[in-house]
């Protein structure tokens, strides 16, 4: 009874350096959500995957990428990492008919 | 444009007092608004949403469409109620949220 599983918990990164934030999910949901958390300015959603084989942009998605690998696995990936990238980012998921999210528990993620 | 503002950073209570944490949204259609919590190291959780009109653990929050508020109650705070809550609208399709920047509550026992 897992719900959503993201790893890394902690991660440190100097400036240009790569890395994937890996998230599944158990729950055969549909759609799929990065977030990053900052202090005073909430989650921004940086993509989403609304079903399988998609993905969008959110509000921030400059410097990142996605790939919904399978209906379970919605990765984030880092290609240049930059000290504005310093955040806690947070995996979601949602079936259509639930109103509410499920999160996972977090990466906290430390640009350098 | 949509947008939920949660006006205070940090709400600082006694245990036993009443607990109001603001929100207010803008958003042109029938606004879908919800409350999560965030307790200490764990990760955040659905508290409430209006759509479904309950309480949980003694919160409520009323959904006013003239005021364009959410705001979260509770007549009687509890230590363990201590956490940081995000008021969050339903917009843009594809369920996306939109989240304030939340309120960080804090009960003195």
């Known amino acids: 009874n897992a719900g959503v599983t993201q790893t890394p918990k902690f991660q440190v990164l100097k400036t240009g350096q790569s890395m994937t934030l890996q998230c599944a999910q158990d729950?055969?949901?549909?759609?799929m959500y990065w977030y990053r958390q900052d202090p005073g300015m909430g989650l921004r959603l940086i993509y989403y995957?609304?079903?399988?084989?998609?993905?969008d942009k959110g509000e921030v998605p400059n410097g990142y990428n996605v790939s919904r690998l399978n209906k379970r696995e919605f990765s984030l990936r880092l290609e240049s990492a930059a000290p504005s990238q310093t955040s806690v980012y947070f995996c979601a998921s949602i079936q259509e008919s639930n109103y509410g999210y499920t999160f996972g528990s977090g990466t906290r993620l430390t640009v350098v | 444009a949509q947008r939920v503002t949660q006006p205070e950073k940090l709400l600082s209570v006694f245990k036993g007092a009443p607990v109001e944490l603001k929100c207010n949204y803008s958003y042109s259609g029938s606004p879908e608004l919800f409350w999560y919590v965030q307790y200490s190291r764990q990760r955040l959780q659905l508290l409430l949403r209006?759509?479904s009109r309950e309480s949980i653990k003694g919160f409520t929050a009323d959904l006013n469409k003239g005021e364009t508020s959410f705001h979260l109650k509770k007549p009687f705070a509890q230590e363990e109620d201590s956490a940081m809550y995000y008021c969050?609208?339903?917009?843009?399709?594809?369920?996306?949220?939109?989240f304030g920047a939340g309120t960080r509550l804090a009960v003195h026992p």
């Open positions: 729950m055969n949901h549909n759609s």
């Open positions: 969050a609208l339903k917009g843009g399709g594809y369920n996306k949220l939109i």
């Open positions: 209006h759509i």
């Open positions: 995957s609304a079903s399988e084989g998609t993905t």
